[in-house]
């Protein structure tokens, strides 16, 4: 019954997320705004974690599962892909180190916050 409750818990999130992206037209993707939402609700204890664990770690473990769409439409694109491909590279690098960058700078915050 836990397991339920997080995917319908999980689901929810993903539905106002894609939602709220229709209504901005989709400008942010709703996954990604409902994921925030998600994040907002856990951080903000509106939910608790315990309701999702489980099935966040279920999500984790076959991470792999979920890029395997990606991975064949990559194949799919070859032809662009081999023309732009030193931009792809370097813009894949920098936004790699953005990301790495704002994470850590946001966990510090929120470690210092937890003290």
Known sequence: MKMVKGIFIV???YFVGQCLS???SGFVPGSIIGMILLFLSLYFKAISPDSVRD???AF???M???????GAGLLGSYGIISQ????ILIVCSISTILVIAVVGI???KM???KK
């Open 111 to 113: 470690e210092k916050q």
């Open 84 to 87: 732009f491909w030193m931009s």
């Open 11 to 13: 689901l929810l999130f």
């Open 106 to 108: 946001v966990q510090q």
């Open 60 to 62: 984790t473990r076959n």
């Open 22 to 24: 229709y209504l901005i």
């Open 64 to 70: 792999a599962i979920f890029f395997i769409p990606a």
């Open 55 to 57: 099935i966040a770690n």
